[in-house]
């Protein structure tokens, strides 16, 4: 990747990381580090809308669209994240960095309470999981922002990743104000409309390698990634009464 000038940082991401977007509602949070780095060669943000949807749904997506092509962004439409590993443009990129915000399967089943709602969305995560983490690089970072409080805790962000071969590097509080011009939107049926975010965690991973270590078991999975964590020996025990 070419870099221009000195790094810039901001909060968790650096202009010298290839970044990687997924499900980009009005591109918002890609356009607010594109203006934090200067310009947006290392990035790539992708919307499961099409283009025509987006003129549709949401009031800013295109001039947001517009300014991140001018800085050099790619912008893909109609991304899906249960099959975006074999995307024709990203089969063979790596990223350092993969960005997903509060993810969300749509509103099938009413409440967020309820347990299938609940199921959908676990498959929805867990297929993105497993397609992210064959598009990192070697000290890449899958990071999920996503609510805390019930229900959403009922998600098992943390089992999930587990389940797809990564680990937890790190869990802080996101805070919106740590992004300026970025607006979360609902999308599926209310799409320019924000939802309160509350307490919310990025949470994130890095994928876990066969290691050997020379004990009398031979191999033994361990984790690796660019960061501490809690590896795979000390992963929360599987807790997902919704997920099949």
Not at 2 to 7: A, I, K, L, Y
Not at 25 to 42: E, I, M, Q
Not at 77 to 97: G, N, Q, T, Y
Request: hydrophobic share 40%; net charge neutral.
């Amino acid at each position: 990747m070419e870099v221009f000038g000195f790094e810039k940082r901001i909060k968790n991401y650096s202009s010298y990381q290839k970044i990687l977007l997924v499900g980009e509602g009005d591109f918002s949070f890609a356009v607010c580090l594109a203006r934090a780095f200067g310009f947006a060669f290392n990035m790539v943000a992708t919307s499961l809308d099409s283009r025509e949807s987006l003129m549709v749904n949401y009031s800013k997506a295109m001039s947001n669209v517009k300014e991140l092509e001018s800085m050099g962004c790619i912008v893909l439409h109609e991304v899906d994240v249960h099959s975006m590993s074999r995307h024709p443009f990203l089969i063979s990129v790596r990223f350092d960095r993969i960005i997903y915000n509060f993810p969300h399967a749509g509103y099938l089943h009413g409440s967020e309470r309820n347990k299938l709602q609940i199921w959908f969305h676990q498959h929805l995560v867990r297929g993105f999981f497993e397609n992210a983490r064959e598009m990192l690089t070697g000290v890449g970072e899958i990071h999920v922002t996503h609510k805390t409080t019930f229900p959403f805790s009922e998600w098992k962000i943390v089992e999930l990743a587990y389940m797809a071969g990564l680990y937890l590097v790190h869990e802080e509080q996101f805070l919106v104000w740590d992004y300026p011009g970025y607006e979360n939107k609902r999308g599926a049926g209310m799409c320019d409309q924000t939802f309160p975010i509350g307490r919310s965690s990025t949470f994130k991973f890095a994928r876990m390698l066969l290691l050997y270590r020379s004990t009398t078991s031979g191999f033994h999975l361990g984790a690796t990634s660019s960061g501490t964590g809690s590896g795979w020996d000390t992963c929360p025990p599987m807790q997902l009464p919704f997920y099949a």
